[in-house]
């Protein structure tokens, strides 16, 4: 039985926690196309995973607290707060974030987050 865009907007909310790009390569369709509010870029497949890799690289722990989920006709919204913290014990601030997904046969085929991660990148400079 396919996955609701719930139980796929779930499950991406449970994968963040893995650290594991591989999850969320399962997730998404092999079209997908990941699009950030703070660079206008829209990434591939791949792009994306490697985003979310070298993400992962820099934290040891990344959580969504807060979760709202609404379905829509063609898949969810997510409204959450991402938290983590990085290697260097430094706690990341919360950072609101929305997401807008399409959904289709069962996995993810366009994900259009709005997020401003100037805070994050404070933590670096």
């Keep these: 039985m396919m ?5 796929i907007a779930e499950k991406l909310s449970a994968e963040i926690q893995t650290l ?5 390569n399962d997730l998404y369709a092999e079209d997908v196309i990941v699009w950030h509010s703070y660079d206008g870029v829209e990434e591939t497949k791949s792009d994306n995973l490697a985003s979310l890799a070298q993400l ?3 934290v040891t722990k990344v959580y969504y607290d807060d979760i709202r989920f609404t379905e829509t006709e063609n898949g969810f919204v997510q409204q959450h707060n991402l938290c983590g913290q990085l290697k260097n014990g430094a706690v990341m601030p919360s950072i609101p ?8 046969d069962g996995k993810i085929t366009r994900l259009d987050e709005y997020v401003d991660i100037s805070k994050f990148y404070a933590l670096f400079t």
């Excluded at 996955?3 to 139980?7: E, I, K, R, S, V």
């Excluded at 594991?20 to 969320?24: E, K, M, Q, R, S």
């Design 3 to 7: 996955d609701t865009a719930l139980q």
């Design 97 to 104: 974030v929305c997401m807008v997904a399409r959904v289709s």
């Design 20 to 24: 594991d790009v591989a999850g969320f």
């Design 56 to 58: 992962f690289s820099l």
